[in-house]
């Protein structure tokens, strides 16, 4: 399942750094994944959440307390993190202090995990923020992900212990009505920031008109978004596993929104309509059509969802076709073997549905299995025992006049 607000999300990304959004973070607001995986450090079984966040440098040798919105059931957990590979010459160093431990990381540092490159990791046992100051030289720092040490949890936002995506392009390959549709999906970058450090997210969204992208309210009205960039976001064309950053871009600016249910920042008519400066002729054609839908109206029907990947573990970030076994409308059962379409975290015109989702997948069309029937919106989890949450896209369209 998927990022929390849950939920998930995050123009100028820095590629290499491979960001997700993730709304658990009350900061960075950006998207989560989790596998039960082996610990490479221990051995034993642990729980890695990837987080991909970046902090950038801003030279200004200044100490934050970054709120990583850390919950009691994470606890205890290390904090992994990164450096890039854009270090300016040494000296420079990084220090970053828990209430339990305390890290720093300099130039002179070397790999400390096997096969995983300027990998640092933290241990916290409480939920309080941690202080980091990057001197003015220091590379930028990667929040990669959290290492829960309780092995017995249940894996959260990820519902199918075999998630397998499937690639666009290659993952695919013959497959052309769904890579045809894929065409239609589009990556959001965003600009977050907070104490003057900024940072980058994304989310996903789709082109329901020649230059009209729909996605995620919670994507677009952050709070952590600089208000100088709030109304843009950076549109990307022809995300596949040959174009990592897509074939073409544009600006998207805000022209519709729905609204959250009263007393919160996500969900209820979750969506938002963006309009490009640029039609871009090559993807013009590329449609999902929202005429072609209908309302969720039974649990234990087979979906698909189209979303960015943001990858863990094995699997690479990426624009990917989701349709785990899980993936139905309706909660997972409850202990009783009763599945409902609807709970108190997710009521109408949102649905529960059982497919997996990471970070940056917020925003992603839920059609049904095999035709390009679409009925949902998705946006986020609320309970790795339930299920994620999406808005009915009947419910989308009445707002929007169609």
Not at 258 to 266: A, I, K, S
Request: proline fraction near 5%; glycine fraction near 8%.
């Amino acid at each position: 399942m998927e990022d929390n607000p849950s939920r998930c999300l995050g123009p100028a990304v820095n590629p290499s750094a491979s960001p997700l959004r993730l709304r658990e973070l009350l900061f960075l607001l950006m998207a989560l994944n989790a596998l039960c995986t082996a610990d490479a450090a221990t051995g034993d079984a642990a729980l890695v959440d990837a987080r991909g966040i970046v902090l950038n440098n801003d030279h200004s040798e200044k100490t934050i307390q970054w709120e990583l919105g850390l919950q009691l059931s994470d606890l205890p957990a290390k904090l992994r993190f990164r450096v890039s590979s854009t270090a300016a010459a040494p000296p420079w160093e990084i220090r970053i202090k828990s209430k339990l431990d305390s890290l720093t990381i300099d130039s002179h540092d070397a790999l400390l995990l096997v096969g995983v490159p300027n990998a640092y990791e933290l241990l916290v046992d409480d939920t309080a923020p941690v202080a980091i100051t990057l001197t003015k030289d220091a590379p930028d720092l990667i929040y990669d992900s959290i290492v829960r040490e309780t092995a017995s949890q249940t894996p959260l936002f990820i519902i199918s212990r075999t998630p397998h995506p499937l690639y666009f392009n290659g993952g695919l390959k013959g497959d052309n009505a769904r890579i045809r549709l894929g065409r239609s999906i589009v990556r959001l970058d965003f600009d977050i920031e907070q104490d003057g450090y900024v940072g980058e997210t994304y989310c996903t969204g789709f082109q329901i008109a020649p230059g009209e992208i729909l996605t995620n309210l919670h994507c677009i009205d952050s709070p952590l978004r600089p208000i100088d960039h709030r109304k843009f976001t950076t549109i990307r064309y022809g995300v596949d596993d040959q174009h990592p950053n897509g074939e073409a871009w544009a600006v998207g600016t805000v022209v519709k929104i729905g609204h959250f249910n009263v007393g919160r920042n996500e969900g209820g008519l979750d969506f938002a309509v963006l309009k490009a400066n640029k039609i871009v002729e090559t993807f013009r054609s590329d449609l999902v059509d929202i005429n072609n839908s209908e309302d969720p109206s039974n649990v234990g029907s087979a979906l698909e969802v189209y979303e960015m990947w943001s990858g863990v573990g094995a699997f690479g970030a990426g624009k990917a076709l989701i349709s785990n076994d899980e993936c139905m409308t309706g909660s997972l059962p409850d202990s009783s073997g009763v599945s409902k379409l609807n709970n108190a975290a997710c009521s109408s015109p949102d649905f529960l549905h059982g497919c997996d989702a990471q970070g940056g997948s917020s925003g992603s069309p839920i059609f049904l299995r095999g035709t390009n029937k679409l009925i949902g919106l998705h946006f986020g989890e609320v309970l790795s025992t339930v299920g994620n949450c999406a808005v009915s896209i009947s419910a989308v369209k009445r707002e929007l006049g169609k």
